[in-house]
């Protein structure tokens, strides 16, 4: 297995193109780049079938693309039980449109369970249920590689993912970043900003002491 970060211009937000034997692309951008990413997929697909598209959590930064991405490249798109729905109803509100001034365009999202396996054909993507950021939020941990795909849920650098939007919870994600700190990761991909390969634990745990040093 093979990452390559892909960052959506129109709004630094990371997507991740998964190089295994059954191709898959973590999460989809706001949308406003989305014929630039989908030809970098498409060349480094190399006439292959994207998977899927499997979106970490509900916000529009993650999500707003998702529509053109699953037409571009004709991939199937999946997301938490939680998720899913506010995606396949269009919900302007909990997903962050309206506060980024756009309208998300209804998602035909399937259902992926809490702690499925999602086979990529070099070994298997575990879906972890890591509320706080969002109620649905969901990590994907790739064991072969110890690669955690994190969504907004924890940053390299000691930074977290926010908990005072609609359905985040301080308590909720303090319990979601001590679940990843006993997990046996060494490279983490996050949802903003530069990842972590090889060091991946010390950049959770410094994420963890920053949010237990707010006074909540």
Partial sequence: ??????????????LYFIDAPHPVLIDSGLGGDGRRIAAMVHQLL???RLRAI????????HTG??????????AEVYASPAEARPLIEGDQV??????????????????LAYNE???IGDGE???????GHTEGSICLYHKNSKSLFAGDVVFTGGSVGRWDLPTGDYGQLAQSIEKLGKMDVKNLYPGHGPYAEGDA?????MGLSALKSFMW
Avoid: C, W
């Fill in 46 to 48: 190399g006439g292959r």
């Fill in 1 to 14: 297995m093979e990452v390559h970060q892909i960052v959506d211009l129109s709004f630094d937000v990371n």
């Fill in 117 to 119: 396996t999602f086979d």
């Fill in 94 to 111: 909990t997903t962050g449109a309206i506060s980024f001034g756009g309208m998300l365009i209804r998602i035909p999202a399937k259902v």
């Fill in 54 to 61: 499997v979106l970490t959590h509900r916000h529009y930064d």
């Fill in 201 to 205: 634990i010390e950049h959770i745990g």
């Fill in 65 to 74: 693309g998702a529509a053109e991405l699953m037409e571009k490249l004709s």
């Fill in 125 to 131: 993507l575990l879906t972890i249920h890591t509320p």
